[in-house]
């Protein structure tokens, strides 16, 4: 069966304080849609900007939230390595299922295989790797993947490339190597899971749970031309909530989320409000009343 993540945004108040109550709506309407697990402090989840207690805080709260309903993929990622293993220490003791890496972009002097070896290394917990050359400038080749893929701490692997050619080769290699293979485009989660990908793990995931459960399920039963349709229909609010040219990405998803009730503050720390102008704002609440049913 194919599993779906949420990369899921991180709310907070307009004072920038975790606001628990929304993440308790976000969590639950996930749990209804039927998703398997939620990832914290993915770029989605605007990771960077929050110090070592709010995060914490973030992965303990969520845990006790979902109460083992749905997984918890915790990133510990950080600017250098001995940061992403001092995150990794202090989440000993919390019970959530994996950690999530992704590599540092140009802060650290250790070779790319090195860096997610020793983390691997050194964890208590399961790992996925997130690969997503867009953020931070790696592109690993499927031989350096081949050099970390039997790791026994090696999870899985989400690829946010976008490139084709390596989507392919790394299904292959699981012909080999024992490793969750998850797609992170939303606009690819049809075409990935046809292909052989375990499933997907998307930034889409807080506001679009239930359309992406729904292409899932589709694939599994074999009604590809539902998976296409609703696909498309994915593509369509993906392209109304963060704007054509993803504009409004982080306060885009987190005012879709205030605007159907789940959140109370579309306060955002990668984006400033001003981008949501009022032409902005009306497209995405058209689009979410176009697609409302889907959505929920």
């Given amino acids: 069966m194919k599993k779906i993540y949420s990369a899921t945004i991180t709310p907070?108040?307009?004072?920038?304080?975790?606001?628990?109550?929304?993440?308790?709506?976000?969590?639950?309407?996930?749990?209804?849609?039927?998703?398997?697990?939620?990832?914290?402090?993915?770029?989605?989840?605007?990771?960077?900007?929050?110090?070592?207690?709010?995060?914490?805080n973030l992965i303990k709260t969520s845990v006790d939230i979902v109460g083992g309903r749905m997984e918890i993929l915790a990133g510990v990622h950080s600017t250098g390595l001995d940061l992403t293993l001092k995150n990794m220490e202090r989440l000993s003791d919390v019970k959530c299922d994996s950690y999530v890496l992704t590599l540092p972009s140009n802060t650290t002097k250790i070779a790319p295989?090195?860096?997610?070896?020793?983390?691997?290394?050194?964890?208590?917990?399961?790992?996925?790797y997130y690969h997503c050359p867009p953020n931070n400038g790696i592109d690993l080749s499927?031989?350096?993947?081949?050099?970390?893929?039997?790791?026994?701490?090696?999870?899985?692997?989400?690829?946010?490339?976008?490139?084709?050619?390596?989507?392919?080769?790394?299904?292959?290699?699981?012909?080999?190597?024992d490793f969750i293979f998850l797609e992170g485009h939303e606009w690819a989660i049809d075409e990935s899971l046809l292909m052989g990908c375990d499933g997907a793990l998307c930034g889409a995931g807080a506001i679009a749970s239930r359309p992406m459960v729904l292409i899932a399920k589709?694939?599994?039963?074999?009604?590809?031309?539902?998976?296409?349709?609703?696909?498309?229909?994915?593509?369509r609010i993906f392209y109304g909530v963060y704007g054509k040219s993803l504009e409004t990405?982080?306060?885009?998803?987190?005012y879709a989320l205030k605007y159907i009730g789940l959140?109370?503050?579309?306060?955002?720390?990668?984006q400033s409000p001003a981008l949501l102008t009022t032409q902005r704002k009306k497209e995405i609440e058209i689009c979410i009343d176009?697609?409302?049913e889907l959505l929920d």
Avoid at 263 to 270: G, P, T
């Fill in 142 to 177: 499927i031989d350096q993947f081949e050099e970390f893929l039997s790791h026994p701490k090696l999870k899985g692997i989400k690829n946010s490339s976008g490139n084709m050619k390596l989507r392919k080769d790394l299904i292959m290699l699981k012909e080999k190597y």
């Fill in 290 to 292: 176009k697609y409302r």
């Fill in 218 to 235: 589709a694939i599994d039963s074999g009604d590809i031309q539902e998976a296409i349709r609703i696909q498309h229909e994915l593509i």
């Fill in 12 to 56: 907070i108040d307009d004072m920038g304080k975790l606001d628990e109550v929304s993440l308790e709506r976000i969590f639950e309407r996930n749990i209804k849609h039927g998703l398997s697990g939620v990832f914290l402090l993915g770029s989605m989840g605007e990771w960077s900007q929050f110090d070592n207690n709010f995060r914490d």
């Fill in 113 to 128: 295989l090195a860096y997610i070896t020793t983390v691997l290394n050194a964890s208590d917990k399961p790992v996925y």
């Fill in 249 to 254: 990405v982080w306060v885009g998803q987190k």
């Fill in 263 to 270: 959140i109370d503050s579309f306060n955002a720390l990668m």
